[in-house]
């Protein structure tokens, strides 16, 4: 417990660092989009070689790969179940916002602090059934609710999903796993020094998104939308903690991973579909203060 506290010290004060920085005007939130694509293209997936390249798969984490994609497709339908009096754009958003979680850049950092490698490897199974929901189904969404009439097809979807170098690093790292074939030491040893820097960079990437300018108007609608996703969350994460009978470390990454914040992909989404950027980067914040609220909550009762 005292680990997790510390950890939780320290991502707070990491991200505090980012968003002083951005305060006092030596980075800027244009520059979060450079440190975004390190990231996703060279630390996250640096981590991920570190973290699986050796791992011996247990079938039981394939209930969490599962888990990732079921997660995602239960929120759509409740999202278009429960928005479905709002107007098209409205709906079209929200819509798009509801499935998706934000595993590599919010729970990474956290989880790598806390449990290590191990931790990473329940969290990485969660990630990629999730990486098929973020990159493609609410993509999909948001495309087929957009005014402009997007194109809803199956290749625009495949195409964004294969342009995900971390998702494109788990096949490659479970690819090689399954033909036995061991990678070179200097790759072991150029990944493992690259991904250092995975933790740091999330937290600071994190900060550098912060924005305490909060709209009046959205209030409303953000109450309506943060009810709906958490309380969702809330119930059927606490119900398979309770009644699923497997391991405590599946149970907490379901229950963690239910209430993770929404990812930061939403934002150039809505740039692209015309929808409201500004209310999509308010809800991320307002999202990632919640979940890390819960987060310490839930770990201070069951660990």
């Known amino acids: 417990m005292a680990g997790f506290n510390q950890q939780f010290i320290l991502s707070?004060?990491?991200?505090?660092?980012?968003?002083?920085?951005?305060?006092?005007?030596?980075?800027k939130e244009s520059d979060g989009e450079a440190v975004s694509r390190v990231v996703f293209n060279l630390t996250l997936p640096a981590l991920i070689i570190i973290s699986f390249h050796n791992i011996i798969f247990d079938?039981?984490?394939?209930?969490?790969?599962?888990?990732?994609?079921?997660?995602?497709?239960?929120?759509?339908?409740?999202g278009i179940l429960f928005f479905a009096n709002k107007s098209k754009t409205i709906k079209g958003m929200l819509?798009?916002?509801?499935?998706?979680?934000?595993?590599?850049?919010?729970?990474?950092?956290?989880?790598?602090?806390?449990?290590?490698v191990e931790g990473i490897k329940y969290f990485g199974m969660l990630d990629v059934g999730n990486a098929f929901i973020v990159f493609g189904l609410s993509y999909l969404l948001g495309s087929y609710y957009a005014d402009d009439q997007s194109q809803l097809t199956l290749a625009v979807a495949l195409k964004k999903l294969t342009r995900s170098v971390p998702l494109m690093t788990y096949f490659f790292i479970f690819a090689i796993n399954m033909l036995s074939f061991e990678l070179p030491n200097?790759?072991?040893?150029?990944?493992?020094?690259?991904?250092?820097a995975n933790m740091p960079l999330s937290l600071l990437l994190l900060g550098l998104y912060v924005d305490l300018r909060f709209n009046k108007a959205y209030?409303?609608?953000?109450?309506?939308?943060?009810?709906?996703?958490?309380?969702?969350?809330?119930?059927?994460g606490t119900s398979l903690y309770v009644f699923l009978p497997v391991s405590e470390m599946i149970k907490l990454t379901l229950l963690i991973g239910l209430i993770l914040?929404?990812?930061l992909s939403l934002i150039p989404y809505g740039v692209e579909f015309g929808y409201d950027k500004r209310f999509i980067g308010t809800v991320s914040n307002?999202?990632?203060?919640?979940?890390?609220?819960?987060?310490?909550?839930?770990?201070?009762l069951t660990v």
């Open 286 to 300: 307002v999202t990632m203060l919640l979940s890390f609220l819960l987060i310490w909550i839930i770990v201070n």
């Open 95 to 116: 819509v798009m916002m509801m499935p998706g979680f934000n595993v590599a850049l919010f729970a990474y950092p956290l989880v790598e602090g806390v449990w290590g």
């Open 261 to 263: 914040p929404i990812p």
């Open 12 to 27: 707070i004060s990491i991200i505090f660092v980012g968003f002083i920085l951005k305060q006092t005007g030596l980075l």
């Open 186 to 196: 200097v790759v072991l040893n150029t990944a493992s020094t690259i991904a250092v």
């Open 219 to 236: 209030v409303k609608m953000i109450l309506s939308y943060i009810g709906l996703r958490y309380g969702v969350a809330i119930l059927i």
């Open 59 to 78: 079938w039981s984490l394939l209930i969490v790969v599962v888990s990732g994609l079921v997660f995602g497709f239960v929120f759509a339908i409740v």
